[in-house]
């Protein structure tokens, strides 16, 4: 199986920045698309930004200007560098990665969610 595992989270003022990580471990052949989404409290999840194995990105309307994805393909581990954070970005952030993994059969395509890490931006 495969599992994905999210760090970086926490508590900054309006204006900071805050860094996540987003590794992923176990029987992995490759990792197409993976992404960030933000669940904030009453709201519906949504998409933050996506990147391709190849670094085409896809981010939403309200982070673009300050939020960058990347990501190193060797340690399947993607970040999410977030500078000027808004009120308005506190939400739990969840990781969320295509995969093929080995199967005793052969391989197989998957998605997988991290746990999720909590970012709250207040003063």
């Known amino acids: 199986q495969v599992r994905l595992v999210e760090s970086g989270g926490g508590l900054v003022q309006p204006g900071g920045s805050l860094r996540l990580s987003c590794a992923a471990s176990?029987?992995?052949?490759?990792?197409?698309?993976m992404g960030w989404y933000r669940q904030a409290p009453g709201k519906q999840r949504e998409l933050v930004v996506v990147?391709?194995?190849?670094?085409?990105?896809n981010y939403a309307d309200s982070v673009k200007g300050r939020f960058t994805i990347s990501r190193d393909n060797a340690k399947n581990t993607c970040y999410l560098q977030m500078n000027s954070l808004k009120a308005e970005d506190t939400a739990i952030y969840y990781c969320?990665?295509?995969?093929?993994?080995?199967?005793?059969?052969?391989?197989?395509?998957?998605?997988?969610w991290g746990q999720g890490t909590q970012v709250t931006v207040s003063s």
């Open positions: 969320n990665a295509d995969v093929l993994r080995y199967t005793n059969y052969g391989h197989t395509r998957d998605n997988y």
């Open positions: 176990g029987s992995i052949l490759s990792i197409y698309g």
């Open positions: 990147i391709t194995s190849g670094g085409s990105t």
